[in-house]
């Protein structure tokens, strides 16, 4: 098929447009990100993706990738995908004019038969809104356009694989236009099209983001239970979830982390929150996740006060990934610099304009935010660190050395003397 892609240069347009080509359709990507469109056309992914690189070169060479910022191209595509971002505003509010004028900007170069699939996060009812705008235009949905709603699910640096391997949701409001959106699918898809209502699917996109947002949540929680009795017990919040968990089916919880963010889990939940008369669940979950560098902030100084340098470790908002938005460790960077702590060294690996991590040397508190692969070495980050009073914060667990012991991830940078067995809790030193 002759397929467009609208925001096809974007973090899930892009791996959409490899897929599409890589089963043999030719795929139109159009962006008015001149700047990522250009690096696409030169041959390099302008995001991480695991097995994007390949597909982008194999695409590439069988000249079935172009790249444009025009809608004119989109008058000979039989599909057109549609991957805008839906932001919120300041004021949390859903913002999904971008999506409309995207629709209004298609609908200038289209003609009959012709399939319009919405693949955004929106708001509730945004594709009924849409219906409404192309039969304004002059068309009826299901006989001369085709229209559903069909959410990505990937999840980033897993995206591809996933994209092929995963059902996929179709929201249709008639027959004609189910088929449609399924016959693109199965160009590439191994597993099932499950078919809803175009409301049925939006808010099934929005709930699997949230019951995301809020299981994460829950093991924060879980975590700032714990350490508020830490200091009175022998307690680790890993030690229980996994023990707890083991070969017991009705306690899935994820480990605990300082970076629930990104650009959809952070935001999705107050796409719903305005219709329920109880929103309390959603809104607590937002500001457990969100309040979590404070938390950090305040325990680590109750151990360690006025520390003269700081270092975060991982800036993306989550490990592998090369995507900032949203990220909770920028809140963690303002919240130090606002309580007058300075600025403090941003390492991560995954862009350049951070520091490198050889300025981490001599720094008083170290903070793992993003437990990147680059981290899982604690005794070589102490190394680098070279300072023995240091203090470190590792709420992931990612850090196991045997050398060292931790109060719910926060552990000094001196070894323990392992000769009378295991010890837990805070290690302390003397004037401390």
């Known amino acids: 098929m002759n397929v467009g892609v609208i925001g096809g240069a974007g973090h899930v347009g892009v791996s959409m447009a490899l897929v599409l080509a890589n089963e043999g359709n030719h795929v139109v990507v159009v962006d008015k990100n001149t700047e990522a469109l250009s690096t696409l056309k030169s041959g390099q992914l302008p995001y991480k993706e695991p097995d994007g690189q390949a597909l982008l070169e194999e695409s590439l060479s069988q000249n079935r990738l172009t790249f444009t910022s025009s809608f004119a191209p989109l008058a000979d595509c039989e599909v057109i995908v549609i991957v805008v971002g839906t932001p919120i505003d300041e004021h949390h509010n859903p913002n999904i004019e971008p999506l409309f004028e995207v629709v209004e900007s298609t609908l200038e170069h289209i003609g009959t038969d012709q399939t319009i699939l919405l693949r955004s996060t929106v708001y509730p009812g945004t594709t009924r809104i849409v219906h409404s705008m192309i039969e304004d235009a002059g068309y009826t949905i299901g006989e001369d356009i085709y229209l559903a709603f069909t959410p990505e699910r990937i999840a980033q640096h897993q995206a591809i694989e996933e994209m092929i391997e995963l059902p996929q949701l179709i929201g249709a409001f008639d027959d004609a236009s189910y088929l449609h959106a399924q ?250």
């Open 183 to 432: 016959a693109l699918f199965e160009t590439f898809l191994s597993a099932e099209c499950q078919r809803l209502t175009p409301t049925e699917a939006e808010l099934g996109k929005l709930f699997t983001n949230m019951w995301r947002y809020i299981s994460f949540a829950i093991a924060n929680e879980f975590y700032l239970i714990t350490d508020s009795i830490a200091h009175r017990a022998e307690v680790n919040i890993h030690r229980i979830l996994e023990k707890t968990s083991y070969e017991y089916p009705r306690f899935n919880v994820p480990m605990p982390g300082p970076n629930v963010g990104g650009p959809c889990l952070t935001k999705d939940g107050w796409f719903l929150v305005d219709d329920i008369p109880y929103n309390d669940l959603v809104s607590t979950a937002y500001q457990i996740n969100e309040g979590m560098p404070a938390q950090i902030i305040q325990r680590m100084s109750n151990l360690i006060s006025n520390p003269e340098k700081v270092t975060i470790l991982g800036m993306t908002y989550k490990p592998g990934s090369d995507d900032i938005r949203n990220s909770v460790a920028f809140k963690l960077k303002k919240q130090l610099r606002i309580r007058g702590y300075g600025e403090p060294v941003c390492i991560e690996p995954n862009r350049e304009e951070f520091d490198d991590r050889n300025n981490i040397e001599g720094s008083d508190w170290v903070i793992l935010m993003t437990p990147h692969e680059e981290f899982t070495s604690f005794e070589e980050i102490h190394e680098m660190v070279d300072n023995p009073n240091c203090l470190y914060c590792d709420i992931w667990g990612h850090w196991e050395d045997p050398k060292y012991t931790s109060d719910n991830g926060y552990f000094f940078g001196n070894e323990v003397d392992m000769t009378e067995g295991p010890q837990t809790g805070v290690v302390t030193m003397e004037g401390q």
